[in-house]
């Protein structure tokens, strides 16, 4: 077994020195099963909110769903969406969305308001409101995703939580993770430092920000995607071969996002290795010595979840304490990679 008390080092020594003030990480080395936990997460089944790290879970959905009805792949939102009609959204496609190739960013989208308030104010959106121009790469951390949450509900008339939690996270072998609600939220809270002291962080919902759970679990929806679709707990299969291809090649390549400001590489709803931009300086990487065929995505100032095919490595990490980019990214890298020197 791989002996990983270097990165447990590490990870002590920032809730020591309350730079974080709990941490929760599972890596799976092959098919072995490591995992981490300190400070406020208590036990490993703990639940912790992962933010933007859930977005792949939406975007696997959405495969799920264009592999039964591979007519929708390229049809405009206002074919599913007559309250996007005669608008800029409404002729932009699930590939842009998926990418982050409309142009448009919502930063701060009131998800929890009334689904025909949110409509009003995707309908009148365009990207010259953003500074940017149709089609540009920048990241849009709300509003696409939101869009694809209606998406899923519509195409698979149900609620997409329930389809996500039935037909993608249970067969992956991550029956416990949820998407929070104002009624529910992790177990552990996201901080931020106020001063010396850490203070609740405010909560986030949807498609886009709302995934909680154990890092173990999502740990594993990476190892069923390393296992080639299906997982090896429950023996079910969540994205088909050619899916899976669509899902983790690159469709958004050597573009600056005007989010990141920085090159980064996208497959489908998810970010593919981008070192080669930047090993020291690209945000929400997989470590320096990633491989070109990881592929994951981070969570806002706090995670990260992968999976490094030609590395055989699945790893979710997530820092409870919030710091900002110019902190969070080197610290991240610093566990990365030391987590993959004991792995190696």
């Given at each position: 077994m791989p002996d990983i008390s270097p990165t447990l080092l590490l990870l002590e020594d920032?809730?020591?020195e309350n730079r974080w003030a709990g941490f929760t990480l599972a890596a799976f080395s092959g098919d072995q099963l490591l995992s981490l936990h300190g400070g406020c997460v208590?036990?490993?089944?703990?639940?912790?909110?992962?933010?933007?790290?859930?977005k792949p879970i939406a975007a696997i959905g959405v495969l799920q769903l264009l592999a039964r009805e591979p007519h929708l792949t390229d049809l405009p939102m206002k074919s599913t969406f007559p309250e996007l009609a005669s608008s800029f959204l409404g002729d932009r496609t699930l590939t842009d969305i998926l990418t982050h190739r409309t142009g448009l960013r919502f930063p701060d989208l009131p998800i929890l308001s009334d689904e025909k308030d949110i409509f009003a104010i995707l309908s009148r959106a365009h990207p010259r409101?953003?500074?940017?121009?149709?089609?540009?790469?920048?990241?849009?951390?709300?509003g696409g995703w939101w869009l694809l949450g209606q998406w899923l509900s519509r195409h698979a008339q149900q609620p997409w939580a329930t389809f996500l939690l039935k037909n993608v996270l249970e067969p992956s072998g991550a029956p416990n993770m949820f998407f929070a609600t104002p009624s529910q939220h992790a177990s552990i809270s996201m901080v931020e430092k106020k001063g010396e002291r850490w203070t609740p962080a405010p909560e986030s919902y949807g498609t886009g920000g709302g995934l909680c759970g154990s890092a173990t679990e999502l740990a594993q929806l990476y190892h069923c995607l390393l296992s080639g679709g299906t997982s090896s707990s429950t023996?079910?299969?969540?994205?088909?071969?050619?899916?899976?291809?669509?899902?983790?090649?690159?469709?958004?390549?050597?573009?600056?996002?005007?989010t990141f400001r920085h090159i980064v590489d996208f497959g489908l709803g998810i970010i593919v290795d981008s070192n080669r931009y930047g090993p020291t300086t690209i945000p929400y990487g997989f470590g320096t010595h990633s491989s070109q065929t990881a592929y994951g995505h981070g969570g806002a100032r706090s995670s990260i979840a992968f999976a490094d095919p030609q590395k055989k490595i699945a790893v979710a990490l997530c820092l409870i304490g919030l710091a900002p980019e110019n902190v969070h990214q080197p610290r991240m890298r610093a566990i990365l990679d030391q987590l993959r020197s004991d792995l190696a």
């Open positions: 920032g809730v020591r208590t036990q490993p089944t703990d639940s912790v909110p992962w933010y933007s790290a859930g409101d953003f500074g940017l121009q149709p089609g540009q790469a920048a990241y849009d951390p709300r023996g079910s299969p969540i994205l088909d071969t050619t899916s899976l291809q669509k899902f983790t090649q690159r469709w958004r390549e050597g573009e600056f996002d005007s």
